[in-house]
């Protein structure tokens, strides 16, 4: 049987799995409650940056197996799985906002009510322990009328992509997770995902979810210990990435996720530790390592203003350029970006902020309007200013002249290395 497949959301996550997909052959309906994004979507013109994602979307229209509509009841009803693949923002508090969860989950299950047959629900959505079998499966029960694991599944299926490699990381896989509780839906995703080379681990929903905060988790320990090290380094005089590079060559460490600089950003990591931590707490479970791996993120971004103050005393009135808006390169996305924590703490010293990014100018003018000059020109920016501040390693970062201006390098930028005039690594 060749199924189809319904997404419900398509922000990040759900478009790359739409079109990721749709590219294996499925036939795919694509939902979402902005009708905008739906019609610009059909369109072929992506809402996001992500390398080969244009041209993978243009393939799978044109080919007829990826369809978009703006309706909950085209979607499930022309489909045999639904992937429920919405935000979990956090909270004020650090917990998570499952407001999206819960509105997509009732609407799939009034359209259920609609169905003859048996369906699948699919939780991809980043969500606390418990949420499918619980807060989910409850909604679509309510709402559809009908009993959660025997006339309709529900599974927990989390994604593991990363932002400017997602389309690499859906179709070349390190694992599939497959929580599910029932043996028909179990079946049923391990066909779906036969195409894909990779582990298949069956295991309960809850693992399922916890699994994903736990990879987080341990990425973002990772990211804030060579933090850690490199400030340590930086005291001494030394080069971090040579003491993290011989660190790394041991196969119990591995050389990912060593990388000192400015900390993590992104609308996983940070949310995703928060959420930990919250959930830890509701059942009496301290988070310490958690906890400190957030403060360390915290703490990168002031390092490399006080690095700014040490060569240049204070900084009002002074022309501060910020090469980088994105979290990291090969995307657009600028949530929870090092940069915009960079250049809230230069406003605050009353510096006139100047900021270049190669992708995501427009999605960074949305969040700062007037209060920062964006120069689409990184050399012209460079030029313009009096010191540069590097906050993502953008390729194109590496041939412009740095020459007569003082750079604070968070990323390891070597032609900053080569040609400033005043060159401070965060780290070395």
């Known amino acids: 049987m060749s199924y189809r497949i319904s997404i419900v959301g398509l922000g990040y ?13 499925y036939r795919v309906l694509g939902y979402d409650v902005d009708r905008v994004k739906v019609e610009k979507l059909r369109g072929g013109s992506p809402i996001i940056y992500e390398p080969g994602l244009e041209e993978h979307l243009g393939r799978a229209l044109a080919s007829g197996t990826l369809e978009f509509t703006d309706t909950i009841e085209d979607a499930v009803l022309g489909s045999d799985v639904t992937f429920i693949t919405v935000g979990t923002p956090s909270l004020p508090d650090g917990s998570v906002d499952l407001s999206q969860v819960t509105s997509a989950a009732r609407s799939v299950g009034r359209a259920l009510r609609l169905k003859r047959g048996w369906h699948l629900v699919a939780v991809k959505s980043t969500v606390p322990p418990g949420t499918t079998e619980g807060l989910v499966a409850g909604i679509l029960e309510e709402e559809s009328g009908m009993k959660a694991f025997r006339d309709f599944g529900v599974a927990s299926n989390p994604e593991f992509l990363r ?7 859906f179709f070349k896989p390190d694992r599939v997770v497959l929580g599910v509780r029932d043996e028909r839906s179990r079946d049923t995703l391990l066909k779906l995902y036969e195409p894909i080379d990779a582990p298949k681990i069956v295991t309960t929903p809850k693992v399922a979810e916890l699994a994903k905060y736990a990879s987080n988790l341990f990425l973002a320990v990772r990211v804030s210990l060579a933090n850690e090290v490199g400030n340590l380094c930086k ?12 660190v790394g060559l ?5 050389k990912y996720y060593l990388r000192a600089g400015l900390g993590f950003g992104g609308s996983c990591l940070p949310k995703d ?11 009496g479970v301290q988070a310490r390592i958690a906890r400190a791996a957030l403060e360390v993120n915290e703490e990168q ?3 490399a203003v006080e690095l700014l103050e040490k060569h240049m005393g204070s900084l009002k009135g002074r022309r501060i350029g910020v090469l980088g808006l994105a979290f990291k390169p090969g995307t657009d996305d600028v949530r929870e970006s090092r940069a915009l924590d960079v250049i809230r703490l230069l406003l605050e010293k009353e510096a006139e902020v100047y900021a270049n990014d190669p992708k995501a100018l427009d999605n960074a003018r949305r969040l700062l309007g007037d209060k920062v000059k964006l ?3 990184p050399q012209e920016l460079i030029d313009t200013v009096e010191a540069v501040v590097i906050a993502t390693e953008w390729s ?14 968070g990323r390891r930028v070597e032609g900053a290395r080569r040609t400033a005039k005043v060159y401070e690594g965060l780290c070395w």
């Open 235 to 246: 005291a001494l005089g030394v080069d971090c990435y040579e003491v993290l590079g011989i």
């Open 396 to 409: 194109e970062y590496e041939n412009l002249s740095y020459k007569d201006k003082i750079v604070v390098d």
């Open 375 to 377: 120069v689409e020109n």
């Open 273 to 283: 530790v928060r959420a930990f931590i919250k959930v830890a707490e509701s059942l």
């Open 250 to 254: 041991d196969h119990r460490i591995g």
């Open 163 to 169: 932002e400017g490699s997602a389309l690499r990381d």
């Open 301 to 303: 971004p002031k390092r």
């Open 13 to 25: 996550v759900g478009l790359i799995h739409a079109v990721g997909f749709a590219s294996l052959g």
